[in-house]
Structures are given as C-alpha cells and as structure tokens.
C-alpha cells in the first residue's frame, strides 16, 4: 500500500495538492488537478486522505503518484543502505589500521625504542634480551602496534646513538664549567672482569664556580696488551684530548699503589702526581695483620664473640646491662678522682 511508505519517506502526494492552514491551525490541502480545488482535511499533516481523493476522483494521478512515491523510496532506502555500507567498510579499515605495526620512523615508536636502549645500558642488561619471549610478550600486551627492533639494533645503532647523545650533553656541563676552574683531577684504575677482559677507567673531578663538587665517569673502555707506563700514560693523554678538557690549567692524577701507574706519572709533563691514601692505607693494614703472630687466630675468636652476641637475644641483653653498669662505676670513679 502506498498509504503505508508515507511515515518512512516524504510523500509526492502533497505536489497534487496545496498545504493551507485554517484559523484553528488545521492543515488542509486543496486539489490542484484541473478544476477540482477540493479541500480535504489532513489532520497532524498525514496524507492517507489525499490519497483518498485521489483514488476515487483523480484515478491516473493517485497510480502516477503512487508509483513515483514507490520510485522514491526505493532511492532513498538504496542511498541509506549504501551510507551503511560504507559506514560499516570504515569502522573494518580503521580497526585494521590500529592494529597495523608502526614504522620505524614513528614518533612513539622511536620514544619506546630509546627508552629500551636507556634500560639496556642502565641496567646493564644483554642486547637480546629484546628478543626473549617474556619481553616480546610485555610489549604486545602494552603496546601491540610497537614491533620491538633486533638486538643487532640496539646494539649498532640505538645505545651507541644514546651514548653520543649523553657524551655530548656531559662535554657541555663541562665546558660551561671550565670557564672559570683553575684546576681539575682525574681518577684512573685498571682492573680485570670476571672473563679476563681488560680494562681502564678514567673518572673527572672538579669544583664548579659555584663551589659545588662534580664528579663524572667519562671512560670505562678496554686496555688490551701490555700495561705499561708508556700505554697508561698515551690513554690518559687520549681520554682528555677526547673530551676536549684544557691542558693549560694545573691537572692532578690520583692513582694507586701500581709500579706501572708510578711509572706512568713518572713519564708524564703535564700531570701532579697523587697516591691514593686509601689504597695505601689499605696495604699497610694488610701488611700488618699478615705479620702478627697468631692474629687470625685473635680474628676467629673476636667473630665468634660478636656472632655470639649477634645471634643471642639475652646475651644482647646481658652486655647491655653490663655495659650501662660499667658505666657507672666509671662515672663514680671519675667524680671520685676528681674530688679528691
């Protein structure tokens, strides 16, 4: 029934007809068909009574009208099926385009992948470590449109461009400081890994202008062959050319206790010589408790005594009586020597 479509689109009825509203605001239309001009009443704007008139006075225009108003529809349902179809198309596209992998050179991408190289190195942790299958499985769930590089590429490219990255942000805290410093010293050290690597360390210390003490470890790098004086001294020489750290001020060298670490200093023009008071201090007390007789045999019982209290609850108690009695008596003594 045509009757039926009016409520879903907007009928073509009303070109056979004039829309006029009466003095009570009733809308009423009034029939354009030749000489017709018959009012019909069409309350709340429905038009089951014009295609009334229609069909009992008017029978070609009611079977025109019908079959355009069908046409019509027809459109209209065809456009709004396709709008839903496209609507449809596009939620699937964007739910695939969120899924998709972000390219390397994506914004978010490189922020998550420096922050993995910051933990590799701060951690000290292995580059493949990205490639274990806890960390791959932590990053899906955290972020799964972040495809985690290879090791290879950490370790090539991401950490080495972090090191060059904080280098050069060190050199120029340095530099500004350096304006105005009279002096700097430098700490170096040899020193063997657990899997017999070789290596040297080279570490800054100055005062700033505001009298604040900075301290900087610029260099932990490898020393393979031999350690001698002349090598020590050429890799100190490397470092600080390497940093650009002035030459014309007075520079201090502090050093342990290593004859190859004297001979360096030895050879050096441009460097104050300074033994570590630690590291001696540290030798002379090994000497000496390597020379008393039956001193580990005084060590071993001293442990067991302080295991002893340690561990024992009322022993604990009992020398902090003993202790708070001693105390005392001392301080009845003292009063009593100095009364006299």
């Given at each position: 029934?045509?009757?039926?479509?009016?409520?879903?689109?907007?009928?073509?009825?009303?070109?056979?007809?004039?829309?006029?509203?009466?003095?009570?605001?009733?809308?009423?239309?009034?029939?354009?068909?030749?000489?017709?001009?018959?009012?019909?009443?069409?309350?709340?704007?429905?038009?089951?009574?014009?295609?009334?008139?229609?069909?009992?006075?008017?029978?070609?225009?009611?079977?025109?009208?019908?079959?355009?108003?069908?046409?019509?529809?027809?459109?209209?349902?065809?456009?709004?099926?396709?709008?839903?179809?496209?609507?449809?198309?596009?939620?699937?596209?964007?739910?695939?385009?969120?899924?998709?992998?972000?390219?390397?050179?994506?914004?978010?991408a490189i922020a998550i992948t420096n922050s993995v190289g910051r933990m590799l190195a701060l951690d000290?942790?292995?580059?493949?470590?990205?490639?274990?299958?806890?960390?791959?499985?932590?990053?899906?769930?955290?972020?799964?449109?972040?495809?985690?590089?290879?090791?290879?590429?950490?370790?090539?490219?991401?950490?080495?461009?972090?090191?060059?990255?904080?280098?050069?942000?060190?050199?120029?805290?340095?530099?500004?400081?350096?304006?105005?410093?009279?002096?700097?010293?430098?700490?170096?050290?040899?020193?063997?890994?657990?899997?017999?690597?070789?290596?040297?360390?080279?570490?800054?210390?100055?005062?700033?202008?505001?009298?604040?003490?900075?301290?900087?470890?610029?260099?932990?790098?490898?020393?393979?062959?031999?350690?001698?004086?002349?090598?020590?001294?050429?890799?100190?020489?490397?470092?600080?050319?390497?940093?650009?750290?002035?030459?014309?001020?007075?520079?201090?060298?502090?050093?342990?206790?290593?004859?190859?670490?004297?001979?360096?200093?030895?050879?050096?023009?441009?460097?104050?010589?300074?033994?570590?008071?630690?590291?001696?201090?540290?030798?002379?007390?090994?000497?000496?408790?390597?020379?008393?007789?039956?001193?580990?045999?005084?060590?071993?019982?001293?442990?067991?005594?302080?295991?002893?209290?340690?561990?024992?609850?009322?022993?604990?108690?009992?020398?902090?009586?003993?202790?708070?009695?001693?105390?005392?008596?001392?301080?009845?003594?003292?009063?009593?020597?100095?009364?006299?």
């Open positions: 029934m045509a009757d039926s479509n009016d409520g879903n689109c907007r009928s073509i009825v009303w070109e056979f007809f004039s829309r006029q509203k009466t003095n009570g605001n009733r809308i009423i239309g009034i029939c354009k068909i030749g000489t017709c001009k018959l009012p019909v009443q069409c309350p709340t704007g429905a038009t089951t009574g014009l295609y009334a008139h229609l069909r009992a006075a008017h029978p070609k225009a009611h079977k025109e009208c019908v079959a355009r108003n069908e046409e019509n529809c027809k459109r209209k349902l065809a456009e709004q099926k396709l709008k839903n179809e496209n609507k449809k198309q596009s939620k699937v596209d964007d739910l695939f385009i969120k899924k998709a992998h972000w390219s390397s050179s994506h914004p978010n000290m942790l292995p580059y493949d470590f990205v490639e274990g299958r806890g960390f791959k499985e932590l990053m899906k769930l955290m972020e799964p449109q972040y495809l985690v590089p290879s090791r290879t590429t950490f370790s090539r490219s991401v950490v080495s461009e972090l090191y060059c990255s904080v280098k050069q942000k060190t050199a120029n805290e340095i530099y500004r400081d350096f304006e105005d410093i009279p002096s700097y010293s430098f700490t170096t050290d040899l020193w063997t890994s657990r899997a017999q690597d070789q290596f040297i360390s080279f570490c800054l210390s100055y005062v700033s202008p505001e009298f604040e003490l900075k301290t900087f470890a610029l260099e932990n790098k490898p020393f393979p062959g031999e350690h001698t004086g002349e090598s020590i001294l050429e890799s100190l020489d490397k470092n600080i050319d390497s940093w650009g750290l002035p030459r014309t001020v007075s520079i201090y060298a502090l050093r342990d206790n290593g004859s190859n670490m004297k001979s360096a200093m030895n050879l050096s023009q441009s460097f104050y010589d300074l033994s570590c008071f630690d590291h001696t201090l540290q030798l002379t007390i090994n000497d000496a408790v390597s020379e008393i007789d039956g001193m580990q045999t005084v060590l071993s019982k001293s442990r067991r005594i302080v295991s002893h209290y340690h561990h024992s609850c009322q022993a604990s108690q009992n020398l902090h009586r003993e202790q708070k009695r001693l105390g005392k008596v001392e301080r009845e003594l003292i009063i009593n020597v100095a009364t006299m």
